[in-house]
């Protein structure tokens, strides 16, 4: 079922709870792709028996001079491929239901939000906060599949549940990618043919840094010019930022034995792309349990 209504979106879940579902909901911005669809069964795997999907393109969360306006749009598509995966309602809101006029607040995300891509997008973590605690309020799940592919993402909503007492329990997904290793995005549609080939740079540098960690590098510096140096390789790609960082607080690494992120972002021609890999030590107090 498609509704565009907030009102009609809180009346079928009522249904759903009173007929004992447990409610899973995956927001998305839309233009649909393997990455996304993964979460609809990751939710489903995580008992979800009852799947309501968001598609809005967030206006908050994008800065003026990005790509809110050509950001890709398919709904009939959209919905027709989480029919086929079994999604049980989905959110299709205009811009005007989510902001009305007169809509003011907005969720100041913690630290977290601060570097990386909160430093090189100023107010996007917090127009990313905002909608997703409207949309929890709105959808009242029992549980949120997010994907890895934003990791800065899970964590700014991570926190954000935790510090304001929210009722819903996190599930962060894998990053599907395709066959050459490109991490699925939305995004990848801007690529021209040229553009597609060297996209590859970005996930062959983020190796790279594991290479290095597994290598044993011993300082942040040198996995990060490992990466940098594999991403010179490719002259159509130009450098946004490649770190090794702390999976909690996405600065550099006290320690280089506990777990940690490779994250990064470049640009080919006019897009932007970001993506990550996890190094995952074996497992300590500290991060046993961390992760689902
Ligand atoms: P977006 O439509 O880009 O806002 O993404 C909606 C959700 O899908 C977010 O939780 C993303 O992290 C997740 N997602 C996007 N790309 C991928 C991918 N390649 N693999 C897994 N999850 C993804």
Not at 215 to 244: C, K, N, Q, W
């Amino acid at each position: 079922m498609i509704v565009r209504t907030i009102a009609a979106v809180r009346e079928a879940i009522a249904a759903a709870r009173a007929r004992g579902q447990v409610i899973g909901f995956v927001p998305t911005m839309g233009y649909l792709h393997e990455g996304h669809l993964s979460l609809v069964d990751r939710a489903r795997a995580a008992g979800a028996g009852f799947i309501v999907v968001s598609i809005f393109v967030n206006p908050t969360q994008f800065g003026v001079n990005e790509d809110f306006d050509k950001y890709p749009r398919e709904e009939t598509r959209d919905a027709a491929l989480l029919a086929d995966r079994g999604v049980d309602l989905l959110f299709l809101p205009a811009v005007e239901e989510m902001y009305p006029p007169g809509s003011q607040t907005r969720v100041a995300p913690g630290a977290v939000a601060e570097p990386l891509e909160g430093e090189r997008r100023p107010g996007h973590f917090s127009g990313v906060a905002t909608i997703v605690l409207k949309l929890f309020n709105i959808t009242q799940p029992d549980l949120a599949v997010f994907g890895r592919k934003d990791a800065q993402q899970c964590a700014v909503v991570a926190q954000m549940v935790r510090d304001l007492d929210v009722p819903v329990r996190l599930v962060v997904a894998d990053t599907i990618r395709e066959h050459d290793g490109l991490a699925m995005s939305s995004r990848n549609a801007y690529l021209s043919q040229d553009d597609r080939v060297a996209a590859v740079a970005l996930s062959r540098a983020l190796r790279s840094g594991e290479a290095a960690v597994r290598d044993g590098s011993r300082s942040p510096h040198a996995i990060d010019a490992a990466m940098s140096r594999t991403l010179s390789d490719f002259p159509a790609v130009e450098l946004d930022y490649l770190r090794v960082v702390d999976p909690e607080t996405f600065l550099t690494p006290s320690d280089l034995d506990r777990d940690l992120l490779l994250v990064g972002a470049v640009r080919v021609g006019r897009t932007r792309l970001i993506d990550n890999i996890q190094i995952t030590r074996a497992a300590t107090p500290a991060s046993r349990g961390a992760q689902e």
